[in-house]
C-alpha cells in the first residue's frame, strides 16, 4: 500500500505521516528530508551543486533518524536556512530525478506513507491514497510560531512560509499542485489530533 500525502510548508505533513505510519505499522518515507539533507551537504562543505555530487550522497535512514556519511542530521537539517537552500536547489533536474529514483527503490516492495510535494502527482502517481493537506499561509505561519517560543517573529516566518510557497507552486519541474484526485484536507481550523482522526477515517473507508 502506497500513500501520498502532498501540500506547502509547514502544513504538518510529516507529522500526520508519522501518525499513520505508527498507526498502521507502516515504514515512513519524509521526502523533503532528502532534499534538506541534500542542501545541508552544501552548506556544511560550502560548495555548489553539481552532478557529481550525486554520485556519493550517502543518505541513510534508521530509526526515524537521517544521517549523512554516517553524521546524525536529524536536527540540522531543520533549521531555517537549509529549508530555503532545500527548496533552491529541489529546481534542479537532476536533483529530482536522483531523488524521485531514490524515493522509490526505498519504497519498493513495502507498504509506506510518504510525504512531500510531488509525491501523487510524479513519484507515484498510482498511489493507492492521495491527499493533498493544506492551510493558509497566516495559520501555517502562527502554528510556527507558537512551536518556536517567539524566537523568530512571526512576519519573518510568514515571509518565509509565502517565499518557499511561491517557489515550490511555481518552479518547472513537478511543482506542488494537487492531483486531481487527491483528497483535500483542509486543517486550518482543525487540531492534529482531528487531522490524524480524519485521515485513518479516509484510509480506512477507501480499503
Ligand atoms: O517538506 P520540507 O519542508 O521538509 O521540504 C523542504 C523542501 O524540499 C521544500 O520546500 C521543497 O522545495 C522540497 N521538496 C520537494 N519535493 C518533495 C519534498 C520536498 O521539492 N517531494
Request: negative net charge; charged residues 35%; proline residues 1%.
Given at each position: 500500500m502506497i500513500i501520498?500525502?502532498?501540500?506547502?510548508?509547514?502544513?504538518?505533513?510529516?507529522?500526520?505521516?508519522?501518525?499513520i505510519s505508527?498507526?498502521l505499522n507502516i515504514y515512513h518515507?519524509?521526502?523533503?528530508?532528502?532534499?534538506?539533507?541534500?542542501?545541508?551537504?552544501?552548506?556544511?562543505?560550502?560548495?555548489?551543486?553539481?552532478?557529481?555530487?550525486?554520485?556519493?550522497?550517502?543518505?541513510?535512514?534508521?530509526?526515524?533518524?537521517?544521517?549523512?556519511?554516517?553524521?546524525?542530521?536529524?536536527?540540522?537539517?531543520?533549521?531555517?536556512?537549509?529549508?530555503?537552500?532545500?527548496?533552491?536547489?529541489?529546481?534542479?533536474?537532476?536533483?529530482?530525478?536522483?531523488?524521485?529514483?531514490?524515493?522509490?527503490?526505498?519504497s519498493?516492495n513495502k507498504d509506506v506513507v510518504l510525504?512531500?510535494?510531488?509525491?501523487?502527482?510524479?513519484?507515484?502517481?498510482?498511489?493507492d491514497i492521495?491527499?493533498?493537506?493544506?492551510?493558509?499561509?497566516?495559520?501555517?505561519?502562527?502554528?510556527?510560531?507558537?512551536?518556536?517560543?517567539?524566537?523568530?517573529?512571526?512576519?519573518?516566518?510568514?515571509?518565509?512560509?509565502?517565499?518557499?510557497?511561491?517557489?515550490?507552486?511555481?518552479?518547472?519541474?513537478?511543482?506542488?499542485?494537487?492531483?486531481?484526485?487527491?483528497?483535500?484536507?483542509?486543517?486550518?481550523?482543525?487540531?492534529?489530533?482531528?487531522?490524524?482522526?480524519?485521515?485513518?477515517?479516509?484510509?480506512?473507508?477507501?480499503?
Amino acid at each position: 500500500m502506497i500513500i501520498a500525502i502532498d501540500g506547502p510548508s509547514g502544513v504538518g505533513k510529516s507529522s500526520i505521516a508519522k501518525a499513520i505510519s505508527k498507526k498502521l505499522n507502516i515504514y515512513h518515507l519524509d521526502t523533503g528530508a532528502m532534499y534538506r539533507t541534500l542542501a545541508y551537504k552544501l552548506k556544511k562543505d560550502n560548495i555548489e551543486f553539481s552532478k557529481e555530487l550525486l554520485k556519493d550522497f550517502d543518505f541513510q535512514i534508521k530509526d526515524n533518524k537521517f544521517y549523512l556519511d554516517n553524521e546524525d542530521i536529524t536536527d540540522k537539517i531543520r533549521e531555517n536556512d537549509i529549508s530555503i537552500l532545500a527548496s533552491n536547489i529541489s529546481k534542479i533536474k537532476e536533483v529530482r530525478e536522483f531523488m524521485v529514483e531514490l524515493q522509490r527503490k526505498i519504497s519498493n516492495n513495502k507498504d509506506v506513507v510518504l510525504d512531500g510535494r510531488d509525491i501523487a502527482t510524479v513519484v507515484f502517481p498510482n498511489a493507492d491514497i492521495k491527499l493533498y493537506i493544506d492551510a493558509s499561509a497566516e495559520i501555517r505561519a502562527k502554528r510556527r510560531f507558537l512551536e518556536l517560543n517567539e524566537t523568530i517573529s512571526f512576519d519573518k516566518i510568514l515571509e518565509d512560509i509565502k517565499n518557499r510557497d511561491y517557489q515550490d507552486m511555481t518552479r518547472e519541474i513537478a511543482p506542488l499542485v494537487k492531483a486531481d484526485d487527491a483528497i483535500l484536507v483542509d486543517t486550518s481550523n482543525m487540531s492534529l489530533e482531528e487531522v490524524i482522526k480524519k485521515i485513518i477515517d479516509i484510509i480506512e473507508g477507501e480499503q
